[in-house]
């Protein structure tokens, strides 16, 4: 049985592939928001279980990649910041799902 890893295929069949997306907590991150129309911060850090600056900096980094809209306001005199999912990072987002169901269905054993 020959497996095939992303470094045996062409730039064709890795078409979909998104580097953002190889980081775990991002992967998760974007799952979250496929699902759920909005979701805060803090929302986050307690389901992700993860540090304010560990999340703040991958968060910037799907900001950065025009996958998230950040929306700031106050929810009575504390600061909310509540994250939605782009157009864009929902197409790039679900591409690499797809392209991941690809590379699983090329291993599949014959």
Same mark, same amino acid.
């Given at each position: 049985?020959?497996?095939?890893?992303?470094? +045996?295929?062409? +730039?064709?069949? /890795? =078409?979909?592939?998104?580097?953002?997306?190889?980081?775990?907590? $991002?992967? $998760?991150?974007?799952?979250?928001?496929?699902?759920?129309? $909005?979701?805060?911060?803090?929302?986050?850090?307690?389901?992700? /279980? #993860?540090? +304010?600056?560990?999340?703040?900096?991958?968060?910037? /980094?799907?900001?950065?990649?025009?996958?998230?809209?950040?929306?700031?306001?106050?929810?009575? &005199?504390?600061?909310?910041?509540?994250?939605? #999912?782009?157009?864009?990072?929902?197409? @790039?987002?679900? @591409?690499?799902? +797809?392209?991941?169901?690809?590379?699983? &269905? /090329?291993? =599949?054993?014959?």
């Amino acid at each position: 049985m020959e497996l095939l890893c992303t470094s +045996d295929m062409s +730039d064709e069949s /890795q =078409k979909g592939y998104d580097k953002a997306f190889d980081n775990v907590l $991002r992967l $998760r991150i974007m799952s979250i928001l496929m699902v759920n129309e $909005r979701y805060d911060f803090n929302s986050f850090k307690a389901l992700l /279980q #993860v540090t +304010d600056g560990n999340l703040a900096s991958h968060l910037k /980094q799907l900001e950065q990649a025009e996958f998230l809209f950040v929306e700031k306001s106050f929810a009575g &005199r504390k600061p909310l910041t509540t994250y939605m #999912v782009t157009e864009k990072g929902k197409k @790039a987002f679900q @591409a690499h799902l +797809d392209f991941l169901e690809q590379l699983i &269905r /090329q291993n =599949k054993a014959f």
